[in-house]
């Protein structure tokens, strides 16, 4: 059976590589990119619960870090937020005290073990340019240095460090750099009560020896194509795929290409069962490529029809050609434009909408393509109607191979 959107079958496969770096099992920690940046925060004692916490900028949660005793929970949270190897990403998190006191800030990377269990992956994370609102972030831009160790932080394990290698930095010219088992930790002082916001930007490591995935540049792909016209398309089927003199088929009123629309559907494709004027195939086989464009007319007649108005799409066939048959109630073409209208960039006087103006032209070169015809008729105030008709291909291949 053919129908309007039955096009050449396309399948794009798409293999992604998965990127395994030295696994190793023990003692060491297999290295990874990181996908995500993480922070932690925890109150002292007198500063009790951290409330409101939520992320302003960033994709991300902020939760309790409940591997802590569930007293403790409270007065913790722990950020996972998207970050990127290729650009720094800017993070943004706010958080109300409960009473006044310090606040410990932990930055460090991922927690994730490799499938199976073993040392946890080393994601290395890179962090700059912190600042804060109703608290302050000592040395955040980490220029300041004692020995590897950037000025007011700790390094309560593990061996992360500042430093000015390999990329630029956001602020200055250093960063920090940590992982989940080498963090960073300052100190913050807080009032209770008053939220608390901090700003960050942070960014993944490259790990020695990573093989970045060739970037995807081609937009014009089968894949591409086809999420395009699935985003954008809405299909209405099970409508013009009713055999001749039957009725079963679904119907459609003004408000619903209304509602269409409003969904952010730019044009609708109907399914037509061309079979039943032309015969089966492959005798009777119809060119998809003149399916994919018929679309247009309907789009173009819904363009060109006020509020209230209707669209009417009517298909038949006999012997020799099937035909199509879209007919609106808009304002009509005037006689002197009527010759005009299959012309590259015509625009019609009364159009509300422009488009590129090349459709009508396009449509055209198609249908004489397949030996077909397209004609318009229209009467001024009462509408427009477009009619195509093609000879079928297989029909005109038998005929062409018939002895003379
Ligand atoms: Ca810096």
Redesign the pocket.
């Known amino acids: 059976m053919t129908t309007l959107w039955q096009t050449p079958a396309r399948r794009a496969l798409l293999a992604i590589p998965f990127l395994i770096t030295g696994v190793a099992l023990g003692q060491s920690n297999p290295v990874k990119l990181a996908t995500q940046a993480r922070f932690d925060l925890l109150a002292s004692v007198s500063v009790g619960a951290l409330t409101n916490g939520y992320i302003l900028e960033g994709s991300g949660a902020l939760e309790r870090q409940t591997w802590l005793a569930a007293a403790d929970q409270p007065r913790s949270y722990t950020a996972n937020l998207s970050i990127f190897h290729f650009t720094w990403t800017e993070l943004v998190a706010r958080f109300t005290p409960t009473g006044s006191g310090t606040v410990e800030l932990t930055l460090r990377g991922p927690w994730q073990h490799p499938p199976g269990g073993g040392a946890i992956y080393k994601q290395e994370v890179l962090w ?2 912190l600042s804060a609102e109703n608290t302050v972030v000592p040395n955040g ?3 300041t240095l004692q020995g590897v160790l950037p000025t007011g932080w700790s390094r309560p394990y593990g061996a992360a460090y500042a430093t000015n290698d390999p990329l630029t ?7 920090a750099r940590v992982w989940h088992d080498a963090p960073l930790t300052c100190t913050l002082t807080v009032t209770g009560g008053v939220p608390v916001t901090l700003r960050f930007f942070a960014r993944a490591q490259t790990p020695v020896d990573f093989t970045d995935l060739a970037r995807i540049t081609n937009r014009h792909s089968a894949a591409h194509q086809a999420a395009r016209r699935f985003m954008r398309g809405a299909n209405l089927g099970n409508y013009l795929e009713a055999p001749p003199g039957q009725n079963w088929g679904a119907q459609y009123r003004t408000n619903d290409f209304a509602w269409i629309r409003a969904e952010g559907f730019d044009h609708v494709r109907l399914p037509i069962a061309w079979h039943h004027y032309t015969g089966p195939p492959p005798d009777y086989l119809l060119s998809p490529t003149i399916f994919t464009r018929a679309d247009f007319l309907v789009t173009n007649a819904l363009r060109h029809t006020p509020p209230g108005g209707s669209v009417t799409v009517s298909c038949g066939g006999g012997d020799d050609s099937a035909w199509l048959a879209v007919e609106d109630s808009g304002a009509g073409i005037p006689e002197a434009d009527r010759d005009r209208v299959f012309e590259r960039f015509y625009q019609s006087p009364g159009s509300s909408s422009r488009g590129s103006g090349l459709g009508l032209a396009i449509v055209k070169h198609i249908v004489v393509l397949h030996h077909g015809e397209i004609s318009v008729s229209s009467e001024m105030g009462r509408g427009t109607t477009f009619r195509i008709s093609i000879p079928p291909l297989g029909e005109r291949k038998n005929e062409s191979n018939q002895p003379s």
């Not at 930095?169 to 960063?175: L, P």
């Open positions: 700059d340019a831009s980490f220029e930095a956001v602020d200055g010219a250093r960063m």
